[in-house]
Structure formats: C-alpha cells, structure tokens
C-alpha cells in the first residue's frame, strides 16, 4: 500500500525520493526546501501538472503504487513543455476532477475563486464541460430510438409468428395432398414439356401476383405515413430565433452590467462600513469630537459632515446594493427564461429538419416502390400472353395435372418465403427481452444525465453545508456559518449579518476554500478514482488550527499529504524527510556572492 516516487527536475526538487504510507504525510521544511515543489511532483505523477525545473531540458517522477509502476517524462519543445508516458490519471475527466478537488495546493481554482470572492458555480461544475452531457444525450436518444424501432419488430414479430406457423403448416398439407393426386394422374402422353413451361408460368405469374399486392400494401401503409408526416411539418410552428438570440444577448449584457455594479458599489460599502464600524475616520480624514456627535470632514469632497449622517449615507449605500442584488436575481430569471425559449427553437428546428429529412425517404421509397410495381404489372402481362399461348397448345386431358404442377410449385415457392419468413421472425423474438432491456438502460442513461447537474449541485450544495457544520464548531472563526446559495454564490453570516468574504481573515478565507473543494470532492465521489489529498500553502493557519483541519481530513482519503513548517508541533503519521534532496536553493546558495 507504500507510494514510492523518484523525482528529477521537478519543480523546484533537482533529485529526490520518498516513500508515502497510508494515513497523514507530512513533508515538514522551510521555504525553498522543496516541500511544494514535492507536491507539484505528486501532481505530475498524477497527470495534473507539467512543472520541469526552469533551466532544464528533461525531467521525470517515477511512481511505484498499488502493484503499478508510472514513470511521466517532461521534455522542454521550444517554450512548452511536453509530458511522455502514461500518468497516474489518463481520463481527462478524471484529471480535471482531481485538479479541482483533489490537489489543494495555493493554485487550486476552486480555492483561488473563493479568496477572490467569485461565483463558485463555474469552478465547481468544470467537469460536467468535458463529459458534453448534451451530446450524449442526443447520441443516446438516437441509439434508443434505433432500439425502439426493432423492439416495436420484435413485437410484431411475435404476434405474427402463429400465423405464420399455420401458414407453414397448411402449405405444408397443400403440397402434399396436390403430389398424391399428381401421381395418380401420371401418363406417359406426350406434351410433357409444353406443360412444364406452362406449369413454370403460372408458377411465375402468380408469385408476380403476390409480389404485386405485397407493394400495393407497402405504398398504401408509407404514403399514410408520409401524408401524417407532412401534417405535422405543416402543424409545426418554428419561432423566430434572430428576435430571442438578441433578446437572450441583450438579457445576458444588462445581468453583466447589473452584477458589475453590485461588485462595485459592494466594495465601495464595504470599504465605508470598515471605516465606521472600526471607528477609523481618522485614518482618512480630520475628526472633531463633539459633545452630541462628531463633525468631520467628508474624504471624497472635503464637505463639513457628521458621524450620524456618513453612517446614514452608508447604510443607503447597502440598502442600493441590496436593491441591485434583487435586480440581478430579476435578470438572471430572465436570461433563464429566454434561454429556454433558445433551447425551445433549437429542438423545433430539429423536429423540423428530422420530418423533412423522413418525408423525403418516404417519397423515395414511395417512388421505388411505384417504378417496381409498374415492372412487376408490365411482367405479368407478358406472363399472360406467354400462358395463354400455351394453353391453347396443352391439351385438355392434362389441364388438371398442368394446374396440380403450377399449383405445387407455386406453394413450394410460397412455402420457402414463409419458412425463410419464419427464421427471421423467431430471431427477432428472441431478442425482445434483451432489446427491453436495453430500452431501459438507454433510458435510465438518459433520465441520469438529465438529472446529473442538478444533482451535482444539490450534492456539492449539501456537502458544502455538511462539511461547514462539521469543521465551523472546530475552528475559533471570526464567522458563525457560511453556504452556497441556489446560484452558488458563497454567503458568509457574522454576528446575524451577511458579511462579505474579503472581511474575513486569510485564514478563514483559506479554511473556505478548502471546504468548497472538498464539497466538490464529495459531490463527484473523487475519492473513488484518485487516493490521495494534496494541501500546501495553508501558512496562514495556526499550528493549533492546522493539525484539526489534518485530523478532520484523515478519513477522506488513503493518503493525506501536506506541507508544515518546522516550528508546527509534530503530527501522527509519517514525516518526510527533505535531508538527502537536492534542490534548486541548494545551487543559489553555492553561487552567491561571498
């Protein structure tokens, strides 16, 4: 269960090894000891990243794990470094989920996104972009229709078969009994040929007849179908798409605008609210202290003012943005509802296109079929002729025994037709069960994709609630609770009120963004496919703080990996020792200056 990785011009490690157990590991340093860089080393054995050491040609990290050996090369080509051999990860959905979610390093998105006070929903939903569910939902209705259409043959199939079966049968008694009556009228009269040829074109003729009523029937059942298909083409409405694209442009252009002035007035409030709530007027202008309320200067234009009427001008101030945020809410309920008016003309258009495209192969075939009939009538006259030619040269004492061989002939045909008929039905029958089956596995694929980004909200929603309900009551933050709204916009709550994110510490905005990440990694069960967590860069926590955010860690993966200082207290796992590395420090301090 031992990771063992050799690493060479990784990052900022020149050559170095070391071997991961299961549990807690920790790589403990000071800067420039590589401590990271081991992390970005991980991250390229994974498939992640493509850190080469600046100055280097080639480098490599060579993972031993779980009975797999993995050896990535990074070779410099020009100003881009390329990767050789098959890293850890190989699915890009796999990579991006585990570069997301699983390597918790200071480039981490999802991490980088909260401490900018971002919207998380972009960040967090980045590995449904790759999985094209649209697509695949298109490529999967395309494959159960086609399941459908020999499911519905199946069916027929089955109610046909006893008919045929009789069909078989009687043809079978038919034949029979016409042979028995036929040796019974057996002579050795002469004309023998002239009968076989009659026998041969009455046989003709009447599988001609059969043929014919078979395409009657096929014209008639696909020009209903084609008269139903231009019916509903004529019944179909398309919406005008130019006057929705620019209202949905115009719809998405006013939310920019309007979410724009929200962060800009936001940060304005926020930056006044400070001043007050601090009492830190006089960092930014002159205070005089008055008996019932300080007069002071205004900063922005030098105006006489009191305290009571700047905290009045604030407090509007937020009541505006509050206003806005109603009005980004309004907007986005309308580029919600214009894109569903898009997405409603882009499915009309292909109904539109999909009944054009039937119409037309069921003219095609209407017209094949009326061509074939013409030849096949045009045959049969000839037939006709040609019997009625002969027959006036069969003499009557044989008509019976001609009409008994034109007879067995034509059912033998016939015979064949059904049997032949027959085996292609039992083969469609057979495979009812597994087509059903199939239908609903094609189905609930369907139904599943439909569903998943919902889900995947409503679980990185709830996981974000659990994992905050979890670690808030182990921390000292400076915050009571914190979630996600429907449009995942991270909501923060002090003292009863909605505080705003760059308020808090560095330190609490850190633990956020580890929670957000982790509410990712649960919702896209990460832990099944990657083994390990990577946290680096959480300097700013207290040695106290960073061994409870180790221990509530150590069950969400078999191998927690992560970087300390030296003056943190020691952990219980596994220390990595940076003793026998080589670094890129290492070659600074021997060439510096004396």
């Not at 029937?217 to 696909?222: A, D, G, K, Q, S």
Request: net charge negative.
């Amino acid at each position: 269960m031992t990771w063992h990785l050799d690493i060479e011009n990784i990052a900022g490690i020149r050559h170095g090894a070391a071997t991961l157990e299961p549990g807690l590991d920790a790589i403990r340093g000071t800067n420039w000891e590589g401590k990271s860089s081991f992390i970005q080393a991980l991250e390229t054995a994974i498939g992640v990243a493509s850190p080469l050491t600046e100055g280097a040609d080639r480098g490599h990290v060579e993972l031993d794990a779980d009975d797999a050996s993995i050896t990535v090369e990074l070779v410099r080509d020009g100003r881009t470094v390329r990767r050789e051999g098959s890293p850890y990860l190989i699915d890009e959905y796999d990579r991006k989920r585990a570069r997301l979610f699983a390597c918790l390093d200071e480039r981490n998105p999802v991490r980088q996104a909260v401490d900018a006070g971002e919207n998380l929903e972009e960040v967090l939903l980045q590995p449904l972009d790759i999985q094209n569910i649209d697509e695949e939902i298109g490529s999967l209705k395309h494959e159960r229709e086609q399941v459908e259409g020999e499911l519905a043959q199946a069916n027929e199939a089955a109610d046909r078969t006893p008919t045929v079966r009789d069909e078989i049968e009687r043809l079978e008694t038919e034949i029979e009994n016409a042979k028995g009556r036929m040796s019974e009228l057996s002579t050795e009269d002469d004309g023998s040929d002239e009968r076989d040829r009659l026998s041969e074109l009455r046989a003709e003729r009447d599988q001609v007849d059969s043929r014919i009523d078979r395409f009657e029937n096929t014209v008639e059942r696909t020009e209903a179908t084609l008269a139903d298909k231009r019916e509903a083409l004529e019944a179909l409405t398309v919406p005008e798409e130019s006057s929705v694209e620019a209202d949905l442009a115009d719809a998405r252009e006013e939310l920019q605008s309007v979410k724009n002035d929200v962060d800009l007035l936001q940060s304005l409030y926020s930056a006044n609210q400070r001043v007050l709530e601090e009492d830190r007027l006089g960092l930014v202008t002159d205070v005089d202290h008055q008996l019932t309320d300080d007069a002071v200067a205004c900063w922005v234009c030098d105006s006489e003012s009191s305290r009571s009427g700047m905290e009045a001008r604030v407090d509007a101030l937020g009541e505006r943005v509050t206003d806005l945020r109603s009005a980004v809410e309004t907007h986005r309920d309308t580029v919600d509802r214009l894109e569903a008016r898009a997405e409603e003309f882009t499915q009309t258009e292909r109904r539109e296109r999909d009944l054009e495209e039937a119409i037309a192969d069921h003219e095609s075939t209407v017209a094949d079929r009326r061509e074939r009939l013409a030849e096949l009538r045009t045959r049969r006259d000839e037939l006709d002729d040609g019997i009625e030619e002969l027959s006036a040269e069969v003499s009557a004492t044989t008509d019976e025994l001609t009409d008994l061989e034109s007879e067995v002939k034509y059912r033998e045909m016939e015979l064949e037709e059904y049997r032949d008929e027959l085996a292609t039905l039992e083969t469609r029958v057979e495979r009812a069960d597994d087509l059903e089956a199939e239908r609903e596995r094609l189905s609930t694929e369907i139904a599943d994709l439909r569903n998943r980004k919902a889900a995947v909200k409503r679980r990185t929603r709830e996981a974000f609630d659990d994992a905050i309900g979890e670690i808030v009551p182990r921390f000292e933050t400076g915050f009571e609770t914190a979630h996600l709204t429907p449009n995942f916009d991270l909501v923060v709550a002090r003292n009863g009120r909605e505080a705003q994110l760059s308020a808090l510490s560095e330190g609490e905005r850190e633990l956020l963004g580890l929670v957000a990440a982790l509410a990712g990694h649960a919702a896209f069960e990460v832990g099944d496919t990657v083994p390990c967590l990577l946290v680096d860069g959480l300097s700013s926590l207290a040695d106290e703080n960073l061994h409870t955010l180790v221990e509530y860690l150590r069950d969400r993966a078999t191998y927690i990996v992560f970087t300390v200082h030296p003056e943190y207290t020691a952990f219980e796992g596994n220390e990595i020792a940076l003793d026998d590395w080589t670094v890129v420090s290492d070659e600074r301090s021997v060439t510096a200056p004396q």
